[in-house]
């Protein structure tokens, strides 16, 4: 199953490859801009399941390829060795992704959006993955007509936690005029004339059913001239989506006194029309964590030390300050934001070297607060650089800056438990729902896995740059 | 010419920072939407344009950091965080009326790339299209210049990335991240940045706070040989 038009692909294959196209083939097809691998999760030799769910699931390797001869991201699937000597390589999934995976709150399904350019239109398309293999298990498509080919679509999928809709937020961004301009060149200080483009963005909707595979939209939001970079989240009845609006050059002063407020609308599942829309607090949606608490309503972990809770009922915000993230450093850090079943949250900032477990319940106060040495690189990918166990007893960060490795901690006491140092820096952590530790590095074998004691299980080698395991 | 780049806030800053090295900063180089930090320049812009005068260097340079999982995205990903960057450029512009554009109208807008992260053709190519054909506040004279923040000998793309752009894509400037000899703003180290094959290097962090110990919330700078970086900064005509 594939599409290709402007080389977007997204191959249905079984784990070991053989229904699809060949892996050289899937490099050779050109690729780059963003891959996708599949790689098998907890093999025998780690034990049972922790989660109780089957035992052999695939993870997903989101990156970009060694010899970029393509111009973006893939994903390829890969499966926690079954020994340390033999290693299963990832399989090839999909290549040239319009945006980063999205994966449910369970991690049982991992969509990918890819947006062809088709003769009346930009073509939308969904692919779910599944994790006990790497197959497409359901997949839909939209059109959106009178889009031109040099346009850019971003594409966001939303799972609603208890919902079998997932939404689409699609930012539509189009040229709206061309003209030769002249500026001074940076080397010379001659002016030199060029050809450039205006453009004007604005948003639009989509929903797709999982269990019927049907898609309905587009529906176009009358938000241009709109920054395509927009924040959603849903539960189980309602989108909320943060939009801002494009400053423009000659806005009034009172219009310019606005600019730092965005707005939320909040729809129904299914529905393009807002039955809710309101200007919220700062600052500007794009790329903040956000996570849906089991209220409904949806916290945003804002400027690295604040959660924002957006009311999904009145679009009331209520904002909570974090003081174990309070502390700053020359470097920013990357943050993140993640729901727990038992209504906690587990906030890490890495470049601070801090990791929180907080009670949404409670005013986001902290249950337990977690200090350690900051790693090597805080702020690059893979921004995840700290993980909290299934059970929620050990928080796992990558190692300090100087030994590298891995490290363990109680996160009742927030003590060392355990360490692991070969000398190599990790730059990415995740935990897979066996229980089983991934660590990214940059040379390969990139991938290294690992139990929940430390103890290494194994690593497997892929041809792309890591960016996010799914 | 030496000066700092932080994620702290420039009033709360400046003062152990000149306690630490007994000097001022030429400039300051600042985060600007989307990235971690934005927050600071962006809700209170003024505030933190008059500490960048009280500090003695009000030349503020700007720089974003996106998600970095993006950087090996699409050209609409890069698309969009160029334009989520202009346009908090542009606030800040009209948000605090003596900070003005550079007197060579070149304001280098740096795209934060960490040591650990890839960037693809896509993404670059969007991202530094759409900086260098923004029309600034109508002004119709183009000043943004996009440039590469990266660590040159990183095993992940970057130089390699942004050798194959052509035209106003291709970056007007390299800010190297290595190497970290450290050192003081009064008594930096000799240049030595680490440079990319095909693009000069202007500017080296050659001093990380974490890396180099140092107390305040500062990370050094130093310009190149013949490169006056407050040139190609935002500039503060008076204290705001």
Known sequence: ?470 | MTGYDTAGRIQNTYVSAHREFGTHPNFWIRYFTPSPAADLFHEDALAESRGAWDSGGPYIGVISAPRQSRLSGSAAEGHADAQAFAAALLTAYHGVRPLLLPANNQLYCWLDQEYSTSLSLSYWNAWASYLANYNFAGLGTYPLYPCLYCAPHSPYPNCSTVSKARGVNRPAAIWSSTPEPCGTVSKPPRWNAAHCATIGTRLWQFGEQGVCNLSANVDLDLGGPGFITARFCFRLKYRP
Not at chain 1, 420 to 433: M, N
Not at chain 1, 446 to 459: H, I, K, V
Request: proline share 9%; aromatic share 6%.
């Open chain 1, 1 to 470: 199953m594939r599409s290709r038009r402007r080389g977007n692909s997204v191959w249905s294959r079984g784990p070991d490859g053989s229904s699809g196209p060949s892996r050289r083939r899937v490099l050779a097809g050109g690729i780059g801009a963003g891959a996708l691998l599949a790689l098998p999760d907890l093999g025998s030799s780690a034990g049972a399941s922790v989660s109780g769910r089957p035992a052999e699931r695939y993870a997903f390797v989101y990156g970009t390829p060694d010899l970029d001869e393509a111009p973006s991201g893939s994903v390829v699937a890969a499966m926690c060795p079954p020994s340390r000597a033999a290693s299963r390589p990832p399989v090839p999934v999909a290549v040239r992704l319009a945006a980063a995976p999205v994966s449910s709150a369970d991690q049982t399904v991992t969509a990918l959006a890819t947006v062809d350019m088709v003769h009346d239109g930009a073509k939308i398309t969904l692919t779910l993955l599944g994790a006990t293999a790497p197959t497409v298990v359901k997949q839909g498509s939209v059109t959106v007509t009178g889009v031109p080919h040099d346009a850019h679509v971003l594409v966001t999928p939303v799972f609603a936690p208890g919902s079998a809709i997932i939404s689409l937020v699609l930012a539509i961004t189009v040229p709206v005029g061309k003209h030769m301009v002249r500026k001074a060149h940076p080397h010379t200080g001659h002016p030199v004339t060029q050809l450039a483009t205006t453009w004007r963005s604005h948003h639009a909707l989509a929903y797709f059913n999982q269990h019927s595979g049907a898609m309905t939209g587009p529906f176009h939001l009358s938000d241009g001239p709109s920054l395509a970079l927009s924040t959603a989240a849903a539960n189980g009845s309602d989108l909320l989506l943060w939009t801002t609006r494009e400053p423009q050059p000659h806005d009034s002063a009172a219009v310019r006194a606005q600019a730092s407020l965005s707005r939320l609308h909040v729809f129904p599942l299914g529905s393009g029309k807002a039955r809710l829309s309101a200007a919220v607090p700062a600052p500007w949606p794009g790329g903040e964590p956000v996570a849906t608490l089991a209220t409904g309503d949806v916290a945003r972990l804002v400027r690295g030390r604040q959660v924002q809770v957006c009311s999904a009922r009145t679009g009331e915000v209520t904002e909570h300050e974090i003081p174990a993230l309070r502390e700053g450093r020359a470097k920013p850090s990357a943050v993140t934001m993640h729901a727990r079943p038992d209504g906690t949250v587990f906030m890490t900032k890495p470049g601070s070297g801090v990791a929180v477990i907080a009670d949404a319940a409670d005013s986001f106060r902290a249950r337990s607060h977690i200090r350690y040495a900051a790693p090597a690189s805080p702020l690059g990918a893979p921004w995840s650089k700290a993980v909290l166990s299934p059970a929620g007893e050990t928080v796992y960060v990558l190692g300090p800056a100087g030994t590298g490795g891995l490290c363990a901690y109680h996160a009742g006491s927030g003590k060392l438990a355990g360490s692991y140092s070969e000398g190599r820096q990790y730059h990415g952590l995740y935990q897979l729902p066996s229980g089983a530790l991934l660590a990214v590095r940059p040379e390969n074998p990139r991938l290294a896995f690992f139990s929940p004691d430390l103890s290494p299980l194994g690593t497997a080698e892929t041809n792309l740059h890591v960016s996010a395991i799914y």
